[in-house]
Structure formats: C-alpha cells, structure tokens
C-alpha cells in the first residue's frame, strides 16, 4: 500500500508542476529591455539588482548542459532559493528565488538535442524560457561544438530547437551572431524561426569581430525585415552610456527588444529611466544580495571589480583586490556588520555555504564517498579539529603563512617540525598536521592539497595560543 501511495504523491505532484507551468503566463520578447547572458556576472544577485533598476528580462550566465545534467535540484528553505548543486564538491551551479522566476531566461550551451531536452525537462518549472547559446565565438564553447559553432551546422542547430519546441511546456529561444553576407543571415534565421522558437537574440558583429569593431545594425533591420518572430538587438554597448540610448539602439537595428551585455556589466543601472546611479550606491545594493543570497566570495568580487574599472588602482581599490571574503568585501563598503548579522540568521536557519560543505553522497559516487568517509572518520579519532578555512589575503607575505609560523614556533621551542598528511574525497581535500605528540586539523574542505594543510597548521596555531580567536573570527579564518 505505501509504494503506491508513494506513487500517487509522486505522479500528484508531478501534475501539480505540470499545471502550474501552464497557468503561468507565457513570457512575451516585445518591446523588452534584456540582460544578456555574461559569465561570471549573471548570477542571482546581478540578475536581481538588474530587474529592480528596470530590467524586463534576465538571463543567467550561460551554463553548460552536462554540468546542469549532473547537478542535484535542491530547495534552500533559508535562502528562499532553488539550487542546482554540483554533487562533487557541493557549489551552486545555479540559484535562483521566486522573485525572477517569471522574468528569468536560462541560458544554455550544448551540441546534442537529447541532452538539451533533458537538461530542459529538468529545469523548466523554476524559469520562464530556455536559450541555446548559437554565438559564443569562446573556444571552449567551439572545440565542443556549442556557441558560434554551430553557425555552421544550422540542420544540428535546427535539431536542438525543433527537439525544444516540440517537447517543452516554456519558450525556447535562440542566440547567434550575423554571418559574413546579409543574405546568408537571413536564411540562417529563417531556417531557426521556422523550428518554433519564440524570439532569436542577435549579437550585431560576426564570429570574428570582437567589442572594439562597430556593430552592424542594417543587418539586423534587414533580418527583422524578413521574419515574423521578435528580434532581440545586441551588441550595442560600445555606444551605450545612459538608459536612452538603449532604445536608440533598438531603433537603429529595427528591433522588437534590446539585449544589454557590457553597459550592464560596468553599471546596471543604465536600465533606469531616471539615470545612473552613483558608483558606491549601486555597489552596496549589489553587495546587500550577495549577503542575502551568499553568493560565491570570488563571483562577488569579479562583478565588484567590472564596476570599479580603473579605480581599481586607488588605495581603496587596492585594498578591495586583497578580499578573500564576503565579509571583507563587504567592510569596505561600510557594511561589515550587516554581513556578519546576516551570516550568523541564515546559519541558524539552516544555509549551509562552501564552509560547512564536506564531500556528499552523489547518486553515482554514494558508496564509494561513504566508505571514504568512515576511513576518514577512523583517521580523525582523537584529532584537534576546528573550521578554519586558509584565506591567503589575510597573510602579508610567505614568511606570516600558518605553515611558517608552526615552522618557526617549533625551532624556538626545541621541538621537531611539523608533519603533515592529507585525505582527498573526490575534489576536496583535508590535512592532519601532527606536532609534538598532538594531532590537529580543520574541518573545512579545501579544493587542494596545500590550502588543507595551512589549515591544519593554523588550527595547531589556535590551539598553542599562538594566535587570537577573536582575530581569526572577525577575518572569516574560525567559523565555530
């Protein structure tokens, strides 16, 4: 009896989502300002302060499909957020919140309609359409056959759209750059719109051509010209610095809708009707989400530097380029203590961050990880253990690493050097630093062998009053 009720929840819910994706409205490209895809920088954050300065649509990053095929969904009831969890070493392939989901376009790269169907089915109730990356000109994106690559296979690229449109219950849509003869393009669209899709993005330059060439807006009429579906007009940023020229933009291509990709990226307020907003304004809005999203310290920090630019170089910026932590980040934009208060609520609602990841149980991996760890656990018996991850921005030089310092501490105390040894469970790894009879280690999983063992020294460090707690707590080196 309980296996077919089991069943019936299953099948019931699976109905529920079904429903739900129906009832929702379809997502109309028309007359919309668009955030384009951009690595490193549409992530949930970006995506978020993007539609409160005015954006209409949003695009993720694009992520590729064997990445998305291989990650677990999750409900983060903390953050308020649907993750996609690489199961390998635990980081968020993607994050997404209610708040986007019926503006939110995923972008993906792939060069096989089957895995894109499944990656689609898989990710489909938690956005409002799907888009195939056609134009990347990457090389990572070429050598497997994704992005500008398939400008040259258009039957493939027909394929992974028909595939789409035929067995997915959202709208699919496309990316690509123009092609070298106006004509060429044309057909190339044709044979695209003709599979169903329900818009096609346009970058206005070729393959070859890169930022600093001028983009080629007649093309783009003319495209426009000669099918029914909605143009989505990109490439423009070279001559965008406020909201109207956006709209002037999309005018000169003939456009129903304008993509924004690097006017964005420096400063994503030029979605605002009312103007630009100040520099360290924007920032704290943008570092505001990232707390409450916790978002990756390093993606934070790479958006961060887009929008300081040359400022960089100012003793501030400077400083800002040694940040390791969110929370570093954050003290220079004066909200340290809004960080720390928002860390300590979400842990104790349950968030668990790259700091409290150690290695999972993957569907695939689950037996091998689970005997790794009882080794581990038999290993660990009567070891020191505290969660003290290694920031290197926290050490002026080579000579104050923790590793050094136990170095140094030993010679003067007479007593012999450490010794250390390291477990690695699939790509994370910790160490056991053994010194004058004792053994010590830190919790926090590094992602490679030498950051492990500095946290293992650094633990012995604490544990030998060598070094404050409380300095330690308020750098991000102790979480417990």
Partial sequence: MLPFLARLTSQWHRLN?????????????????????????GTLPMRLLALEMGADIVYTEELVDLKLIKSI????????????????????????????TSRLVLQMGTSDAERALAVGKLLQRDIAGLDINMGCPKEFSLKGGMGAALLAEPDKAALILHTLCSN???????????????DETIRLVQKLASTGIAAIGIHARTRDERPQHRAHPDVLRAVAQAVSIPIIANG????????GDLRKFQEQCGAHSVMVARAAQLNVSIFRPEGLLPMDELI????????????????????????????????RGKRFLQCQTLQQICEIWHLGDYCRR?????????????????????????RKLEEAANAIEDEYA???????????STYPSDNHLPKTQLYVHAGKAGKSPPGYET??????????????????????????????????????????????????????????
């Fill in 423 to 480: 477990q690695q469970c699939d790509k994370l790894f910790r160490a056991i630093c053994s010194y004058d009879g004792q053994r010590f280690s830190s919790s926090f999983w590094e992602k490679n062998k030498k950051q492990a063992e500095q946290g293992a020294a650094l633990v012995a460090l604490l544990h030998l009053g060598q070094l404050e707690e409380e300095a330690l707590r308020e750098n991000g080196s102790l979480m417990n």
């Fill in 73 to 100: 969904r999750r409900h983060n009831p903390a953050l308020g957020t649907v993750d996609f969890v690489d199961p390998s070493d635990g980081t968020i392939v993607f994050r997404t919140c209610a708040q986007e």
């Fill in 382 to 392: 009567g070891v020191i253990c505290r969660n003290m991850p290694f920031l290197r």
């Fill in 17 to 41: 989502i079904t429903r739900s994706m129906k009832t929702r409205p379809r997502l109309d490209y028309r007359n919309k300002l668009i955030l384009a895809p951009m690595v490193r920088v």
């Fill in 342 to 366: 928002k860390q300590k609520e979400l842990q104790t609602l349950g968030n668990s961050g790259r700091a409290h990841v150690e290695p999972p149980e993957a569907q695939a991996k689950r």
């Fill in 284 to 315: 704290e809005k943008y570092l505001r989400l990232c707390v409450d999203y916790d978002n990756a310290p390093h993606n934070s920090k790479y958006c961060v530097q887009s929008i300081l630019r040359e400022l960089q170089e100012t003793p």
């Fill in 168 to 182: 997915l219950d959202i709208p699919v849509t496309c990316k690509i750059r123009i092609l070298p003869d106006v």
């Fill in 236 to 243: 423009g940023s070279r001559d965008m610095h406020q909201y």
